[in-house]
């Protein structure tokens, strides 16, 4: 899975929600680590992309973000999600489709986030 694109900053009640996802799901690394403090906090990476985590319940009732990962290879990213991840996929969005606007894309939803896999 490559991805090219990413516009963040995710706020959670409970980071862990998140690391499961971007870290065992979609395969980021954990590149900058202030998950043991008071106020959790992590950047993670892949592919020169980052996103910075953060553990703030007030923040997280308050924004419940949706963006999107742009791919080359939406096939292999949505086989890997699909045959390991199946819980992430949104229920409205969990097959790959060609809509309109003309980007291919399938979606991921967790307890916080919505994430759109697209390749245009």
Same mark, same amino acid.
């Given at each position: 899975?490559? @991805?090219? +694109?990413?516009? /963040?900053?995710?706020?959670? $009640? ?5 690391? +499961?996802? %971007?870290?065992?799901?979609?395969? %980021? ?7 043991? !403090?008071? $106020? /959790?906090?992590?950047?993670?990476? $892949? ?6 985590? @953060?553990?703030?319940? +007030? ?5 419940? /973000?949706? @963006?999107?990962?742009? !791919? ?7 086989? $890997?999600?699909?045959? !390991? ?5 949104? #229920?409205?969005?969990? +097959?790959?489709?060609? #809509? /309109? ?10 307890? &916080?986030?919505?994430?759109?896999? &697209? &390749?245009?």
């Amino acid at each position: 899975m490559k @991805f090219t +694109k990413i516009v /963040p900053n995710v706020f959670y $009640k409970d980071i862990n929600d998140d690391l +499961k996802l %971007f870290v065992n799901c979609l395969e %980021f690394t954990i590149e900058h680590n202030e998950l043991g !403090t008071a $106020k /959790p906090f992590c950047v993670i990476e $892949k592919n020169g992309l980052r996103i910075s985590l @953060f553990e703030n319940a +007030k923040l997280a009732q308050e924004h419940n /973000p949706e @963006f999107r990962l742009v !791919t080359d290879d939406i096939e292999a990213a949505y086989q $890997k999600i699909a045959s !390991t991840y199946l819980e992430f996929l949104h #229920p409205n969005l969990n +097959k790959i489709t060609l #809509p /309109p606007w003309g980007a291919k894309e399938f979606a991921l939803i967790d307890k &916080q986030l919505g994430l759109i896999i &697209q &390749q245009w």
